[in-house]
């Protein structure tokens, strides 16, 4: 899993630093495009580590987020898609700063566990 997790920072923080920079190029005309390329792939990382059980504990910061994030999808076709819309980048830069605490976490597990 800490390959994954490596892979899933890597990912997410490309998918956000390379759409803010498109998108501030050409004046956000790619901006419905970055949400689906970047939401699909967290909507599937999420997945994996739902399925894994990776840091999914309950009430911890992932477990909360699965769930926000869970039921902002199935609350899109009554109106929370304009909500989305707002909150998609923010919600998109948080993940990535996630997936890199949970990382430095993973880190300094060993450490910790000799203590």
């Not at 990912?11 to 998108?23: A, D, H, M, P, W």
């Not at 504990?57 to 609350?75: D, E, L, M, P, Q």
């Not at 990382?103 to 566990?113: E, G, I, N, Q, Y």
Request: proline fraction near 3%; aromatic fraction near 18%.
């Amino acid at each position: 899993m800490k390959r994954f997790k490596w892979i899933d920072f890597f990912i997410s923080s490309s998918l956000v630093l390379g759409y803010t920079v498109v998108n501030i190029r050409n004046d956000g005309r790619s901006l419905l495009e970055a949400y689906l390329v970047t939401g699909s792939w967290q909507v599937l990382s999420m997945i994996v580590h739902a399925i894994e059980k990776c840091f999914t504990h309950k009430w911890g910061i992932r477990y909360i987020y699965h769930w926000i994030s869970f039921i902002a999808i199935v609350t899109m076709p009554l109106g929370s898609i304009w909500f989305l819309l707002f909150t998609a980048p923010f919600m998109a830069f948080f993940y990535t700063m996630l997936c890199l605490h949970e990382l430095s976490k993973m880190a300094s597990r060993p450490l910790a566990v000799l203590k």
